[in-house]
């Protein structure tokens, strides 16, 4: 497939045992864009999410990474595939300190670890203060801060990231979504981001809109802030 | 009594050793190993079969010679193997299905059966020893009598327990048991090849399950059904010790050696005068028992918890 066709996730139907929550959503991710997945609860966001990297197999349809067929891989080929998961929930190893953390989202990493710290510690220097802080005992800010930077750890060429704002105050979503976006720009990363925040809206070069489980509307981002679907499930029209 | 707690630390070094090969599949794997204790005697029995055809040779203050040391050695990687293999043949397709626990413990409990039956078929229902001399006693002050076999046992213990303290907390591969004891869906998103991990936990249970059966049979004598009746110690030690602790189950497994030990004179002496026509040393794991209440009770996360031995 052609560079720009990084990832293409094509017509998957996905669900878990016999529920399905996916129908038929196609997306498709230009390498080095920011984009982003929005939709209320229940949409089915991160299934989508959970489709692609592998953490279950869609029913029907096919994810190609780089062209190649990646439907049937599972987590950890992804990852050597450059494609880097952030789920939303217990995405830490809570009972591990941050160092081993992070030692452990490099854990297949071939390149410069000591590098990757580094890069880290810059956008995130929070976390080299707390190093030996057992990672459950941070704060829900610092554990999102964490759980990116293990993701990030293997110098994905792919970041997948569940709603890593979730639950946070208004000041540290800015903190977590400025770092996302220093990150990319450092890293040259491409980021496929599930967020519910004007600001990873206002970020991304393009959006997805589910409902349903359905996909309702792709465009520009800005484009799709501003369309009257989006208005009409945040702000009721 | 300072001897029985002498002895009580020997026999709580050897079920830290069970205990130990127990909490890394349970940590892992989420289930009690009932074949655990099976497994222990079957360590022993192996490396008794070598021994045979092993020339011993001889050791300094010990009864036993650098042959019975290659024993061990052999017994464990053979028992190392045996676990692995038993581990990819039933449990490993019981993962995979997500099946209920029930069907581990089902399982576990079926190949209790099946090597118990083994080491009868092979070794008979008799006793065995490694060596037939008597062990050199030595005499130290408060009437404690030990021999040089059982400190070599208390100090093999220590190093290995140690040694794997090591391992599980400053290698890469101890940190990535630990990541997928604590979430094994996370470590799999992080590249952590779990498969691995599995096969890693069940060599290392099967190294320290190995050595402690082979040290009950150089400390105590061998018999069938020895594994299986320090199950419960070893379990206890494992539950009282803390969830995955390889320090605390050291701790654990000491305490409950010795309240079995100490415990169990105690209360025949009481018994004795009296005139209560009671042998206690039929009744030893009812101490680990009302210790294991206790701990329960008020310590549910284990007795170590909080501690620097909670690890």
New interface residues.
């Given amino acids: 497939m052609a560079e720009n066709n990084f990832l293409e996730v094509d017509n998957i139907t996905s669900g878990y045992g016999m529920v399905d929550v996916l129908f038929d959503v196609s997306i498709s991710i230009n390498k080095g864009d920011f984009v982003v997945v929005i939709g209320p609860n229940g949409a089915g966001k991160t299934t989508l999410l959970r489709s692609i ?1 592998g ?1 279950i197999k869609p029913k029907k349809g096919k994810v190609y990474h780089l062209g190649e067929d990646v439907t049937d891989f ?3 080929e992804m ?2 595939r450059g494609i ?2 952030v ?1 939303q929930e ?7 300190k941050v160092k ?1 953390n992070l ?3 490099a ?2 990493y071939k390149g410069d670890y000591e590098k990757r710290l580094e890069l880290i510690f810059n956008v995130f220097p929070i976390l080299k203060e707390r190093l030996d802080q057992e990672a459950g005992t941070l704060s829900g800010g610092q554990r999102q801060m964490l759980a990116i930077s ?1 993701g990030i750890m ?1 110098e994905p060429e792919l970041l997948i990231l569940d709603e890593p704002t979730s639950g946070l105050q208004p000041n540290l979503v800015t903190e977590v979504m400025d770092s996302i976006v220093e990150l990319q720009k450092k890293d040259q990363m491409t980021i496929l981001l599930v967020a519910q925040t004007n600001q990873a809206i206002e970020e991304a070069d393009w959006g997805y809109l589910l409902r349903n489980g359905e996909l309702i509307l792709d465009a520009k981002a800005k484009e799709l802030m501003e369309s009257d679907e989006v208005m009409d499930l945040y702000f009721g029209g | 009594m300072l001897g029985n707690i002498v002895d009580g630390i020997v026999l709580g070094c050897i079920i830290t050793l069970g205990g130990l090969g127990i909490s890394y599949v349970l940590l892992l794997q989420n289930y009690f190993n009932f074949t655990g204790g099976t497994y222990f005697t079957l360590g022993a029995f192996i490396a008794f079969a070598f021994s045979r055809i092993i020339p011993m040779g001889e050791l300094p203050f010990v009864t036993f010679g650098p042959g019975l040391l290659l024993s061990l050695l052999l017994s464990m990687i053979l028992l190392a193997i045996i676990m692995t293999a038993v581990d990819k043949l039933l449990f490993r397709p019981l993962r995979l299905r997500n099946a209920p626990f029930m069907f581990f413990y089902l399982t576990a409990f079926g190949m209790l059966f099946v090597i118990r039956s083994i080491i009868y078929l092979v070794w008979g229902a008799g006793t065995q020893n490694f060596v037939s001399g008597l062990p050199h006693i030595y005499r130290l002050p408060g009437g404690i009598n030990i021999t040089a076999d059982k400190i070599f046992v208390v100090l093999a213990t220590i190093i290995l327990v140690a040694l794997i303290y090591y391992f599980q907390y400053n290698t890469r591969l101890g940190k990535a048991m630990l990541a997928t004891a604590d979430d094994e869906r996370l470590a799999a998103i992080t590249g952590i090849k779990i498969k691995n991990i599995h096969t890693t936990v069940t060599v290392i249970a099967g190294l320290v399950t190995a050595m402690g059966g082979v040290f009950y049979g150089i400390a105590v004598q061998m018999r069938p059904l020895m594994g299986f009746n320090l199950l419960m110690a070893m379990f206890f030690a494992v539950i009282c010790g803390g969830h995955g602790a390889i320090l605390g189950t050291l701790g654990a497994g000491i305490i409950i050696g010795v309240l079995q030990e100490f415990g169990t004179v105690v209360v025949q002496i009481g018994l004795d005068a009296g005139n209560i026509p009671v042998e206690m040393s039929g009744y030893k794991e009812v101490f680990a028992f009302i210790f294991l209440i206790i701990i329960l009770l008020t310590k549910p996360y284990g007795i170590f918890e909080g501690t620097i031995l909670d690890r």
């Fill in positions: 990297t953490v599972n987590p950890e990852l050597f880097s998961y789920p217990r995405n830490i190893f809570s009972d591990l081993d030692e452990m989202g854990y297949s293990r293997m």
